[in-house]
């Protein structure tokens, strides 16, 4: 037996048109050689991470490269199949890295520890293909924006197909963002809305929920009684300290089902996860990297969702370009607001709206700076604006650049009074 | 209530943590129910002539995994293939040093290392070998997945002997970008905890409140003199209660019934909040607005329960029947009674004092408990009378009231044959008619079974699997046999013709990627057969890599 003899099932799909490949695909060779020569970087090596980087080396690639910034928690070991008890505590880029180079021939694998922001435009521009396995919006945002930013229209090589894939205990979606032709993460931003925060007013004088008890230790006991250790969610001392405190609470008003579990949860913000649902869309992302790379099939146009609670349901659409996408569309999003809310009220407003979910956001208009984080001097001088009303700022349908410290790029938002 | 408020620090366990994201999902029950299942692969079944190993085993593998790590009790691998050099570029699960040696051994050593909490056993012969030697031996698994495209007399024989003894199986097929499977799940499969979305299970009983429900509704008639604090702060479902009071008084005591009464009880409710205060509204008034359209309609049972409380099973107890059966049964009785099923008794979140919160929770979990004594005194009649010593335990009953309106049975199928049932013919018959459905891809796998079937039996020679000519006679056979009484036409024939095309490209071959997915999918279904909770597969679903969609089929 040749040594190719290891790639026979996937040399034929690359070797062989099919009834639905493209009539001016050449089979062969040179596909082969283009995906073996085809740089591509995995973001996150966590539960889709560690499928990611499997299916990509047992699909041809073999030059993978994965940031993460993590370490291993035995919480991840359920799911996260590279890793092991004895790993517990090394950086999991690492480990995933050496676990795939070890068992698949041929492949290398190059792992770096650390963020993504630690990167800039000259790193990502040598991948052809970024594959993306995050838990968390805010750095989807940031790689999206990015590679939305590099695209050069004179050079089709600075265009990095984005694939994005995301799960929550049985469902999931796997996306294919080609960034600035089709629909990008921010476009479709509103479909991730962060929940509804509970008001601070319950928190602090209505509980009713056991959640409610849990948040008030965590968000008010605390910066009470030990406001000098700064929290840390993994600490289990300092979960066990919210879960009592929760628990007195619960006790003072007759609420019922406070556990620990729910506490690490409420605080964590725990999202419930799989191995299958992993490997479902983990896999969804990788077979389009393949059909990227090599043409041997059409690649998915550009969005699937999974749902398995109740038999296996999948619904695959096109999303659309939205022409006010803050990131790809050339014009300002528009949003109403109340003119009589005060400029910090509004602030506030962009923390949860899901259309814009910036946390620390500073404003300008085209005139003017609104309100401005840093420098500090700059803060003082507009931080009296805070108090004012909006229609004493500005007027309505004017357009404001919002920037925020998580993103490289601006957001630019039409008020319209409400 | 001493329970409800533990007070010692109780920190999770080290297994705890190590399974709590999933914990999240089916809870310790459904851990419990997967520590004690043990599954059972059988991965191949023989070469299909002298140059090919036959089947890879990729979604078996991967299914596995997906087991492995979340906690299963033990599994075992029946695989007689020796590990090729092309084994080593489709499966993760084996490694340089494999080649040569047994499939089965070797995957299942690399499975085990995933967790040490199971335990894993091997046989590397065929699957027939291994019943004949141990008659015992499919009985002592609570599941069996069978890797195909397998000889149709060696899936027919497991079928069957899985079936006799009411063990659930999952038939895979993944070749190229096209998988396909199917579950056989015994005759009869309740699933009690089927975990619908919580909105749909929202049972509030606005219209028909019981007495205390109502008696509380009552303590707000002086809602007008409650200082502005107190008005914003009154529960919605006490104030719904209380303006359906007022609407029943002129309109003769009927609640609004349809969308236009409905929408003016609605605008009702709304003007009825205090607008000239310092919030500027109230957020209670809102919920109770938002509510209006969902939570005052009349009770109905749903079509699945109507049928569970039907079926034979459910009417013509006897003293061997399954304890779901008496429950069901009882829980019958009292919707024949009362027109309401037992009440779930929870409530959700909503503006309120705590202590006001509270106790309108209470009054929902007292009257929650109350229907669960209700049941449970029926189900201990019905037990005396059918002479059954030991009684269903009080934590079923309390799980079927409060599911009850969610509860399921599937009725299980055969795997499907294209030579099937007349059902199976029918829904084929049906669905290729319709241009956008995956059945060609079915049917096309189905031929490949009847090509492999072929090659081992002799009948085909070896290099079949790229044979346009012996396909194109198979699918025709296939064809004529759906569809006896009318002409397929030409375009139906063409899709057909194209998924075995797309199948043809990999001869029978193994896509990692197309393997992993659908090992997850498979896995899925297998966890909620295992747990029994969710709702399963019933029957087979196809999916189609090129176009990354999928589509399920009751065959």
Same mark, same amino acid.
């Given at each position: 037996?040749?040594?190719?003899?290891?790639?026979?099932?996937?040399?034929?799909?690359?070797?062989?048109?099919?009834?639905?490949?493209?009539?001016?695909?050449?089979?062969?060779?040179?596909?082969?050689?283009?995906?073996?020569?085809?740089?591509?970087?995995?973001?996150?090596?966590?539960?889709?991470?560690?499928?990611?980087?499997?299916?990509?080396?047992?699909?041809?690639?073999?030059?993978?490269?994965?940031?993460?910034?993590?370490?291993?928690?035995?919480?991840?070991?359920?799911?996260?199949?590279?890793?092991?008890?004895?790993?517990?505590?090394?950086?999991?880029?690492?480990?995933?890295?050496?676990?795939?180079?070890?068992?698949?021939?041929?492949?290398?694998?190059?792992?770096?520890?650390?963020?993504?922001?630690?990167?800039?435009?000259?790193?990502?521009?040598?991948?052809?293909?970024?594959?993306?396995?995050?838990?968390?919006?805010?750095?989807?945002?940031?790689?999206?924006?990015?590679?939305?930013?590099?695209?050069?229209?004179?050079?089709?090589?600075?265009?990095?197909?984005?694939?994005?894939?995301?799960?929550?205990?049985?469902?999931?979606?796997?996306?294919?963002?080609?960034?600035?032709?089709?629909?990008?993460?921010?476009?479709?931003?509103?479909?991730?809305?962060?929940?509804?925060?509970?008001?601070?007013?319950?928190?602090?004088?209505?509980?009713?929920?056991?959640?409610?008890?849990?948040?008030?230790?965590?968000?008010?006991?605390?910066?009470?009684?030990?406001?000098?250790?700064?929290?840390?969610?993994?600490?289990?001392?300092?979960?066990?300290?919210?879960?009592?405190?929760?628990?007195?609470?619960?006790?003072?008003?007759?609420?019922?089902?406070?556990?620990?579990?729910?506490?690490?949860?409420?605080?964590?913000?725990?999202?419930?996860?799989?191995?299958?649902?992993?490997?479902?869309?983990?896999?969804?992302?990788?077979?389009?990297?393949?059909?990227?790379?090599?043409?041997?099939?059409?690649?998915?146009?550009?969005?699937?969702?999974?749902?398995?609670?109740?038999?296996?349901?999948?619904?695959?659409?096109?999303?659309?370009?939205?022409?006010?996408?803050?990131?790809?569309?050339?014009?300002?999003?528009?949003?109403?607001?109340?003119?009589?809310?005060?400029?910090?009220?509004?602030?506030?407003?962009?923390?949860?709206?899901?259309?814009?979910?910036?946390?620390?956001?500073?404003?300008?208009?085209?005139?003017?700076?609104?309100?401005?984080?840093?420098?500090?001097?700059?803060?003082?001088?507009?931080?009296?604006?805070?108090?004012?009303?909006?229609?004493?700022?500005?007027?309505?349908?004017?357009?404001?650049?919002?920037?925020?410290?998580?993103?490289?790029?601006?957001?630019?938002?039409?008020?319209?009074?409400? | 209530?001493?329970?409800?408020?533990?007070?010692?620090?109780?920190?999770?366990?080290?297994?705890?943590?190590?399974?709590?994201?999933?914990?999240?999902?089916?809870?310790?029950?459904?851990?419990?129910?997967?520590?004690?299942?043990?599954?059972?692969?059988?991965?191949?079944?023989?070469?299909?002539?002298?140059?090919?190993?036959?089947?890879?085993?990729?979604?078996?593998?991967?299914?596995?995994?997906?087991?492995?790590?979340?906690?299963?009790?033990?599994?075992?691998?029946?695989?007689?293939?020796?590990?090729?050099?092309?084994?080593?570029?489709?499966?993760?699960?084996?490694?340089?040093?494999?080649?040569?040696?047994?499939?089965?051994? /070797?995957?299942?050593?690399? $499975?085990?290392? #995933?967790? *040490?909490?199971? @335990?894993?056993?091997?046989? !590397?012969?065929? =699957?027939?070998?291994?019943?004949?030697?141990?008659?015992?031996?499919?009985?002592?698994?609570?599941?069996?997945?069978?890797?195909?495209?397998?000889?149709?007399?060696?899936?027919?024989?497991?079928?069957?002997?899985?079936?006799?003894?009411?063990?659930?199986?999952?038939?895979?097929?993944?070749?190229?970008?096209?998988?396909?499977?199917?579950?056989?799940?015994?005759?009869?499969?309740?699933?009690?905890?089927?975990?619908?979305?919580? /909105?749909?299970?929202?049972? $509030?009983?606005? #219209?028909? *409140?019981?007495? @205390?429900?109502?008696?509380? !509704?009552?303590? =707000?008639?002086?809602?007008?003199?409650?200082?502005?604090?107190?008005?914003?702060?009154?529960?919605?479902?006490?104030?719904?209660?209380?303006?359906?009071?007022?609407?029943?008084?002129?309109?003769?005591?009927?609640?609004?019934?349809?969308?236009?009464?409905?929408?003016?009880?609605?605008?009702?409710?709304?003007?009825?909040?205090?607008?000239?205060?310092?919030?500027?509204?109230?957020?209670?008034?809102?919920?109770?607005?938002?509510?209006?359209?969902?939570?005052?309609?009349?009770?109905?049972?749903?079509?699945?329960?109507?049928?569970?409380?039907?079926?034979?099973?459910?009417?013509?107890?006897?003293?061997?029947?399954?304890?779901?059966?008496?429950?069901?049964?009882?829980?019958?009785?009292?919707?024949?009674?009362?027109?309401?099923?037992?009440?779930?008794?929870?409530?959700?979140?909503?503006?309120?004092?705590?202590?006001?919160?509270?106790?309108?929770?209470?009054?929902?979990?007292?009257?929650?408990?109350?229907?669960?004594?209700?049941?449970?005194?029926?189900?201990?009649?019905?037990?005396?009378?059918?002479?059954?010593?030991?009684?269903?335990?009080?934590?079923?009953?309390?799980?079927?009231?409060?599911?009850?309106?969610?509860?399921?049975?599937?009725?299980?199928?055969?795997?499907?044959?294209?030579?099937?049932?007349?059902?199976?013919?029918?829904?084929?018959?049906?669905?290729?008619?319709?241009?956008?459905?995956?059945?060609?891809?079915?049917?096309?796998?189905?031929?490949?079974?009847?090509?492999?079937?072929?090659?081992?039996?002799?009948?085909?020679?070896?290099?079949?699997?790229?044979?346009?000519?012996?396909?194109?006679?198979?699918?025709?056979?296939?064809?004529?046999?759906?569809?006896?009484?009318?002409?397929?036409?030409?375009?139906?024939?063409?899709?057909?013709?194209?998924?075995?095309?797309?199948?043809?490209?990999?001869?029978?071959?193994?896509?990692?990627?197309?393997?992993?997915?659908?090992?997850?999918?498979?896995?899925?279904?297998?966890?909620?057969?295992?747990?029994?909770?969710?709702?399963?597969?019933?029957?087979?679903?196809?999916?189609?890599?090129?176009?990354?969609?999928?589509?399920?089929?009751?065959?």
């Amino acid at each position: 037996m040749g040594a190719g003899d290891q790639w026979k099932y996937l040399y034929r799909v690359l070797s062989k048109s099919g009834p639905y490949s493209d009539p001016d695909w050449v089979p062969g060779e040179e596909t082969i050689k283009s995906l073996e020569e085809s740089k591509i970087l995995v973001i996150g090596a966590g539960g889709l991470g560690c499928e990611i980087l499997k299916n990509l080396a047992l699909s041809g690639f073999k030059d993978i490269h994965v940031i993460d910034m993590d370490t291993i928690d035995i919480s991840n070991l359920n799911r996260q199949f590279l890793f092991r008890q004895s790993d517990i505590g090394k950086p999991k880029a690492e480990v995933a890295a050496a676990f795939v180079e070890r068992r698949v021939k041929g492949v290398k694998i190059t792992p770096f520890v650390g963020k993504i922001q630690d990167k800039d435009e000259d790193y990502y521009m040598q991948f052809k293909i970024v594959v993306c396995g995050l838990d968390s919006i805010e750095a989807r945002r940031w790689i999206n924006s990015t590679l939305v930013g590099m695209v050069d229209m004179e050079n089709p090589e600075s265009l990095k197909p984005l694939i994005d894939g995301g799960t929550e205990g049985f469902k999931g979606q796997a996306r294919v963002i080609l960034p600035s032709l089709t629909s990008c993460i921010e476009c479709q931003l509103d479909m991730h809305a962060p929940r509804p925060a509970v008001p601070l007013c319950t928190i602090a004088t209505i509980p009713r929920q056991p959640q409610h008890c849990i948040e008030w230790a965590h968000q008010i006991a605390w910066q009470d009684k030990r406001k000098d250790d700064s929290f840390d969610s993994d600490d289990i001392e300092h979960i066990g300290w919210i879960y009592n405190a929760a628990l007195e609470r619960a006790k003072d008003f007759n609420i019922p089902g406070v556990t620990f579990q729910m506490t690490q949860g409420v605080v964590k913000n725990i999202i419930p996860a799989i191995a299958s649902t992993n490997a479902v869309i983990a896999a969804a992302t990788t077979s389009e990297a393949l059909k990227i790379a090599t043409s041997c099939n059409p690649f998915l146009e550009n969005y699937m969702m999974y749902a398995g609670e109740e038999g296996v349901y999948t619904y695959t659409f096109e999303a659309e370009k939205k022409p006010d996408c803050p990131v790809c569309g050339n014009l300002a999003r528009k949003i109403t607001v109340n003119p009589d809310a005060t400029l910090e009220e509004f602030i506030e407003t962009l923390g949860e709206r899901p259309e814009a979910q910036l946390k620390k956001p500073s404003l300008r208009t085209e005139e003017k700076t609104l309100y401005q984080r840093f420098p500090p001097q700059l803060e003082e001088q507009t931080r009296p604006h805070l108090k004012l009303k909006l229609r004493d700022l500005v007027t309505s349908g004017q357009e404001v650049a919002v920037s925020d410290p998580a993103y490289t790029i601006d957001f630019r938002f039409q008020l319209i009074f409400g | 209530m001493a329970s409800d408020f533990p007070h010692a620090l109780a920190g999770p366990s080290s297994k705890e943590r190590k399974y709590d994201r999933q914990l999240r999902l089916w809870a310790a029950s459904g851990q419990q129910a997967l520590e004690e299942s043990r599954v059972l692969l059988v991965n191949s079944d023989g070469p299909w002539g002298n140059k090919s190993t036959g089947v890879s085993g990729v979604v078996g593998v991967e299914t596995l995994k997906n087991l492995v790590l979340p906690g299963i009790g033990g599994f075992t691998i029946v695989d007689p293939a020796v590990v090729t050099e092309p084994d080593l570029g489709v499966n993760f699960f084996l490694e340089n040093e494999s080649l040569g040696k047994s499939r089965a051994e /070797e995957t299942c050593r690399l $499975l085990t290392e #995933l967790n *040490p909490d199971v @335990e894993g056993n091997f046989q !590397a012969k065929p =699957i027939a070998e291994v019943i004949q030697e141990d008659p015992g031996f499919l009985a002592r698994h609570k599941l069996v997945l069978v890797s195909g495209p397998i000889k149709q007399s060696s899936l027919r024989t497991l079928c069957e002997g899985a079936k006799t003894l009411g063990i659930p199986v999952l038939y895979t097929r993944s070749v190229g970008f096209y998988s396909t499977f199917s579950l056989q799940l015994p005759a009869v499969f309740p699933i009690v905890e089927t975990h619908p979305d919580p /909105e749909s299970t929202q049972d $509030l009983r606005l #219209l028909s *409140p019981w007495p @205390e429900l109502a008696a509380a !509704a009552g303590g =707000i008639s002086n809602l007008d003199s409650f200082d502005d604090h107190q008005h914003g702060h009154v529960p919605y479902v006490l104030l719904l209660l209380h303006y359906l009071e007022k609407w029943r008084e002129s309109h003769d005591g009927n609640a609004p019934s349809n969308y236009k009464e409905k929408t003016a009880f609605r605008d009702f409710v709304r003007s009825s909040a205090r607008a000239n205060i310092p919030q500027g509204g109230e957020e209670n008034y809102d919920e109770a607005v938002a509510a209006v359209l969902k939570a005052l309609n009349p009770f109905s049972l749903r079509s699945s329960t109507r049928e569970i409380f039907q079926m034979e099973e459910c009417k013509q107890l006897t003293a061997d029947s399954a304890d779901f059966w008496v429950i069901a049964s009882a829980v019958r009785e009292f919707y024949e009674t009362h027109q309401v099923l037992p009440l779930p008794g929870s409530l959700p979140d909503m503006k309120a004092q705590s202590a006001d919160y509270v106790s309108l929770q209470n009054i929902y979990k007292s009257k929650a408990r109350k229907d669960i004594a209700e049941v449970t005194e029926t189900i201990r009649r019905i037990e005396s009378q059918l002479g059954r010593t030991f009684g269903a335990p009080d934590k079923d009953i309390e799980l079927f009231c409060k599911n009850a309106s969610h509860i399921q049975v599937i009725r299980g199928r055969d795997i499907p044959q294209v030579d099937g049932d007349a059902h199976t013919k029918k829904r084929l018959r049906v669905e290729l008619d319709n241009d956008e459905s995956l059945i060609p891809v079915h049917l096309a796998f189905q031929v490949l079974d009847i090509v492999v079937t072929g090659i081992q039996e002799g009948k085909y020679p070896e290099d079949s699997l790229d044979d346009e000519a012996i396909w194109s006679v198979e699918i025709d056979r296939i064809l004529a046999g759906i569809a006896s009484d009318a002409p397929i036409d030409d375009e139906v024939r063409t899709r057909l013709l194209e998924a075995a095309q797309e199948l043809r490209r990999t001869e029978g071959g193994e896509l990692h990627n197309i393997s992993s997915l659908t090992g997850g999918l498979v896995a899925q279904e297998a966890l909620k057969v295992l747990t029994r909770q969710y709702v399963p597969l019933d029957n087979t679903c196809i999916f189609n890599g090129i176009r990354s969609s999928s589509a399920m089929y009751k065959l």
